[in-house]
């Protein structure tokens, strides 16, 4: 299914080599202002050629807006958006058809569509399907700002090197501003050399490298979620590996906290004024999968690209033979990078989805 959400659904469709990608929104609330210049903020934090550690495949990704919106502002019918591809080269891809690259769904989606799915670019299976994505992100992201919720990621590793992580208690509201329009999002700015030049070493090197990123969501009031299979956890995690590249994802202390005893990682509950608040914040700001008032804080670890051009091992589907393969085309030395406002994107929509399942909205 391409399809997600249950208070406010999306639908994403296109092929990373079609005529155009885009998204469907449906169960947005009516007379919502969107400030169009914040939507292609976030579109262009995503886009493709814009930054040398990223793909130079240049696309403008602007949205091209079909229904749901009148005068800036939302109507209530589905608001649909289509992104036109215009920079392809498809040639690129000819040979993945009977050649799948390691670490992509090549194979597995020869396998589920009986050889006929797009294979171009990677088709529905390609990271381009997350502008419209991050489109559905910006327009959500701009209503729940308005009800004091902001959210904002950043590069928190890549390879080895790590920046410094958010303050799980109390999240500067300037930095958060920072973060979410910039595109190299860093806590520690000092981290982006060093960064950058291993991104660079591995493109040079005909190479790929993964990373991960940390998000926190402030402003969501205590009591939005549910138990058991509709938590906070569960909404997120659902959208966040829907997300290409996404291989793992972690609350609060994460995997750190299970090495931890129960005095070490329980938080503490004290009253600041009428209020009740943790002094830390291990529990990522859910409990039992419901929001406690505290920094929802989460990270997502993401692979290295699979598209790389060194000589790789794989087989022949056609001949049914081992064969190799060298991986041509304009790919993303690390996509961590443009993945920041992807994960800042889910994060919106899986928040307005638990506030509106709550009537908290």
Same mark, same amino acid.
């Given at each position: 299914m391409s399809t997600w959400g249950n208070g406010i659904k999306i639908s994403l469709f296109g092929e990373s080599h079609g005529g155009g990608i885009g998204v469907v929104i449906d169960g947005l609330p009516a007379g919502e202002k969107i400030d169009q210049e914040a939507l292609f903020l976030q579109m262009a934090r995503r886009a493709p050629g814009k930054d040398p550690a990223a793909t130079p495949r240049l696309e403008k990704d602007i949205p091209e807006i079909l229904s749901g919106i009148l005068n800036d502002t939302t109507t209530g019918a589905p608001l649909c958006a289509v992104i036109? /591809?215009? /920079?392809?080269?498809?040639? *690129?891809?000819?040979?993945?058809? =009977?050649?799948?690259?390691? #670490?992509? !769904?090549d194979y597995t989606g020869y396998l589920r569509y009986h050889g006929?799915? *797009?294979i171009r670019g990677g088709g529905h299976f390609s990271g381009r399907l997350t502008a419209p994505l991050v489109f559905a992100g910006a327009v959500c992201r701009q209503i729940l700002e308005r009800r004091g919720i902001r959210i904002a990621a950043h590069i928190a590793s890549i390879g080895n090197l790590c920046d410094s992580r958010f303050?799980?208690?109390?999240? *500067?509201?300037?930095?958060? $501003?920072?973060?979410?329009t910039v595109t190299f999002g860093l806590i520690d700015p000092s981290r982006e050399a060093p960064m950058r030049e291993l991104i660079e070493e591995c493109r040079l090197s005909q190479d790929s490298i993964g990373g991960t990123v940390e998000c926190a969501v402030t402003g969501v009031s205590a009591g939005a979620g549910s138990p058991m299979f509709d938590g906070v956890e569960n =909404?997120? !995690?659902?959208?966040?590996?829907?997300?290409? !590249?996404? $291989?793992?994802?972690?609350?609060?202390?994460?995997?750190? #906290?299970?090495?931890?005893?129960?005095?070490? /990682?329980n938080d503490a509950f004290y009253y600041d004024g009428d209020t009740v608040r943790t002094r830390t914040n291990h529990h990522g700001g859910s409990l039992g999968g419901i929001t406690s008032g505290m920094p929802i804080i989460f990270r997502t670890a993401l692979k290295p690209t699979p598209s790389i051009s060194r000589p790789q091992?794989? =087989? /022949?589907?056609?001949? $049914? $033979?081992? !064969?190799?393969?060298?991986?041509?085309?304009?790919? *993303?030395?690390?996509? =961590?990078?443009?993945?920041?406002p992807v994960i800042e994107a889910a994060a919106a929509l899986a928040v307005i989805n638990l506030l509106k399942e709550g009537n908290l909205l």
């Open positions: 036109r /591809n215009e /920079n392809t080269r498809s040639q *690129d891809y000819g040979n993945l058809s =009977v050649l799948p690259r390691p #670490g992509h !769904a006929f799915n *797009d303050d799980g208690v109390q999240i *500067d509201e300037e930095l958060m $501003k920072r973060l979410s =909404v997120f !995690a659902s959208i966040l590996f829907g997300i290409p !590249a996404v $291989k793992g994802v972690e609350f609060g202390s994460g995997f750190e #906290g299970s090495s931890r005893r129960g005095s070490e /990682n091992e794989t =087989v /022949n589907l056609r001949e $049914k $033979k081992d !064969a190799s393969l060298s991986v041509h085309g304009r790919h *993303d030395p690390c996509i =961590v990078v443009r993945a920041v």
